[in-house]
């Protein structure tokens, strides 16, 4: 099974600034099924990223996705006051499908 | 407009089953995959399985097999999930999420279900 490994666990910024998280895979995958989503609490998740570069319908283009193989990135150039939020990547393989374990990006 | 409505909260004891619904309007049902993933307190996200809408066709994870059944009726535009056996591990929001078959993705989900499991 694929393991994702997201960092960091915990990012602190303030609106306007820059942020990157990070996606790290124990082993290469493809791009076609990396995945982003954010979460905030008491909602479900809301897709944001898929293949690992493609913006979900309505998606600010401030977020953007960027990697291969097993690194893998989410950055958000300027950040919002709603984009402070839990942030997790997806993978697809053969044994199903496999989160990481999620970013929390807080002010 | 797309609507993906779950059933509501439950409390169960450790050994009973629990069964949750999903039901799904304002796309054709039988064009997605439903999968479920659950999130238990404070945690991470969980892929549990997926059941085809238009053949009921199931693919369970690894973990979850023997104790979960997924299932659909067309009728209703419903897919349930039922997981047996219940032990305290097992509360969590349980969102039901679909896929566009191929996408490996999932573009909408439930709202989600919480399941408490506790004597």
């Known amino acids: 099974e694929i393991v994702l490994t997201q960092s960091p666990g915990t990012l602190s910024l303030s609106p306007g600034e820059r942020a990157t998280l990070s996606c790290r895979a124990s082993?290469?995958?493809?791009?076609?099924?990396l995945v982003w989503y954010q979460q905030k609490p008491g909602q479900a998740p809301r897709l944001l990223i898929f293949?690992?570069?493609s913006r979900a319908t309505g998606v600010p283009d401030r977020f953007s996705g960027s990697g291969s193989g097993t690194d893998f990135t989410l950055t958000i150039s300027r950040l919002e006051p709603e984009d402070f939020a839990v942030y997790y990547c997806q993978q697809y393989g053969s044994s199903g499908y496999t989160f990481g374990q999620g970013t929390k990006l807080e002010i | 407009q797309v609507q993906v409505v779950q059933s509501g909260a439950e409390v169960k004891k450790p050994g009973a089953s629990v069964k949750v619904s999903c039901k799904a309007s304002g796309y054709t049902f039988t064009a997605y995959y439903m999968h479920w993933v659950r999130q238990a307190p404070g945690q991470g996200l969980e892929w549990m399985g997926m059941v085809n809408p238009t053949d009921g066709n199931t693919n369970y994870a690894q973990k979850f097999q023997g104790r979960v059944t997924m299932t659909r009726d067309t009728s209703t535009n419903t897919v349930y999930i039922e997981l047996s056996i219940l032990r305290s591990e097992d509360t969590a929001v349980y969102y039901c999420a679909r896929e566009l078959p191929g996408q490996t993705y999932f573009d909408f989900w439930g709202q989600g279900t919480l399941v408490t499991v506790s004597s």
């Open positions: 082993q290469s995958v493809s791009s076609k099924s």
């Open positions: 293949g690992a570069s």
